[in-house]
């Protein structure tokens, strides 16, 4: 392949590209979901191919742009007119916590740990489980956040030690989490083991393993998300 075959491939693939991206709609950039995820991969794979694989003839890598171009926009026809396809497609949301507690067995579902809940989290401005009211896992990848409304009082049944001190801390300390006590964060804030049992205890939690999380707020006081099925 000479220099200006090459340069002419690299023009097209560019020129035909942005014409089918213009056509298929802002969506597939705009919310990257399973398909779109697919079809973006597969597109630009397609036309890197008919820019540079001089083994791919001219004709050959325009049909597969186009054909893989209209394959798309049919299946998003059939997206909006379907909701059965659009599940099998894109998923569906799921909420990861609900009333303030966190859904352990739909965070499986959404393959997200708790550390990628915080990130999630935080990229939102909350820093806190405990400011969260609903989390719903969006099928882009995207978390939507329902913050709790008002200063909302928590009862020992509902696993949370209320405080009404100043803050003495400057942002809220993950101190459990998985069910595993985190030594270093509890050291941190000069605090120890037998401190956090004793704020189980007063909770009305008797076992570390019936904790999936907790955390110490900025007033001191401990937050706690109770395990679903909790471990004997």
């Given at each position: 392949?000479?220099?200006i075959?090459?340069?002419?491939?690299?023009?097209?693939?560019?020129?035909?590209l942005?014409?089918l991206?213009?056509i298929?709609?802002?969506?597939?950039i705009?919310?990257l979901?399973?398909?779109?995820?697919?079809?973006?991969?597969?597109?630009g794979t397609?036309?890197?191919?008919l820019?540079?694989?001089?083994?791919?003839?001219?004709?050959?890598?325009?049909?597969?742009l186009?054909?893989?171009?209209v394959?798309?926009?049919?299946?998003?026809?059939?997206d909006?007119?379907s909701?059965?396809v659009?599940?099998?497609?894109?998923?569906q949301?799921?909420?990861?916590?609900?009333?303030?507690?966190?859904l352990e067995?739909?965070?499986?579902?959404?393959?997200?740990?708790?550390?990628s809940l915080?990130?999630?989290?935080?990229?939102?401005n909350v820093?806190?489980?405990?400011?969260?009211?609903?989390a719903?896992?969006?099928?882009?990848g995207?978390?939507?956040?329902?913050?709790?409304?008002?200063d909302?009082?928590f009862?020992?049944?509902?696993?949370?030690?209320?405080?009404?001190?100043?803050?003495v801390?400057?942002i809220?300390?993950?101190?459990?989490?998985?069910g595993?006590?985190?030594?270093?964060?509890?050291q941190?804030?000069?605090l120890?083991q037998?401190w956090?049992h004793?704020q189980?205890?007063?909770a009305?939690v008797p076992?570390?393993?019936?904790?999936f999380?907790?955390?110490?707020q900025?007033?001191g006081?401990?937050?706690?998300d109770?395990r679903?099925?909790?471990?004997?």
């Open positions: 392949m000479d220099v075959e090459l340069l002419l491939r690299l023009a097209l693939a560019f020129t035909v942005l014409v991206t213009r298929m709609g802002r969506k597939e705009s919310q979901t399973f398909f779109n995820f697919v079809s973006a991969i597969s597109i397609i036309g890197g191919s820019a540079i694989d001089a083994s791919l003839s001219v004709r050959n890598g325009l049909i597969a186009v054909s893989w171009a394959f798309t926009v049919f299946l998003g026809y059939l909006i007119k909701k059965d659009r599940l099998a497609i894109d998923g949301p799921l909420i990861v916590v609900k009333e303030g507690k966190v067995n739909e965070l499986r579902k959404a393959r997200l740990d708790l550390d915080h990130v999630l989290l935080r990229k939102r820093f806190s489980l405990n400011e969260v009211s609903y719903i896992f969006e099928t882009d995207t978390l939507s956040v329902m913050k709790k409304t008002g909302q009082t009862t020992k049944k509902d696993g949370n030690v209320v405080s009404n001190s100043p803050s801390y400057p809220p300390t993950t101190v459990v989490s998985d595993k006590i985190n030594e270093a964060n509890l941190s804030l000069h120890d037998k956090l004793q189980l205890k007063s009305g076992s570390i393993s019936e904790v999380y907790a955390e110490v900025k007033d006081s401990l937050y706690i109770k679903n099925d909790p471990v004997h």
